[in-house]
């Protein structure tokens, strides 16, 4: 049974930080590329960053410079550390393993974290 657990969201001021962490089980987690995307209410879910299975991560230009994505292949976990946050940066955040093969595509979702910035 494949599960995405995310922790680590909560309520912070502006310009505090936050570490989400989720935790993988049911598949070859070293195999997927891992992503943390957000949803903010009455918007579209966005892709913040991600890691391929190199280590290689990419951030869309808003977070660029305040967050880092990081894995774990021994703990099968994925961090998402956010600095510097902004009010903007509210949103439910969840976390997606990726993997890309000919003829069998996956794609898992946790369940999401509420990360709330706010003074």
């Known amino acids: 049974q494949v599960q995405l657990v995310e922790s680590g969201g909560g309520q912070v001021r502006p310009g505090g930080s936050l570490t989400l962490s989720c935790a993988a089980s049911g598949f070859t987690f070293s195999s997927f590329a891992m992503n943390w995307y957000r949803q903010a209410p009455g918007k579209e879910r966005e892709l913040v960053a991600g890691?391929?299975?190199?280590?290689?991560?990419n951030y869309r230009d808003s977070v660029k410079g305040r967050f880092t994505i990081s894995r774990d292949n021994a703990k099968n976990t994925v961090y998402l550390q956010m600095n510097s946050l902004k009010p903007e940066d509210t949103a439910v955040y969840f976390c997606?393993?990726?993997?890309?093969?000919?003829?069998?595509?996956?794609?898992?979702w946790g369940q999401g974290t509420q990360v709330t910035v706010s003074s």
């Open positions: 997606n393993a990726e993997r890309i093969q000919f003829l069998d595509d996956r794609a898992y």
């Open positions: 890691i391929t299975t190199d280590g290689i991560r």
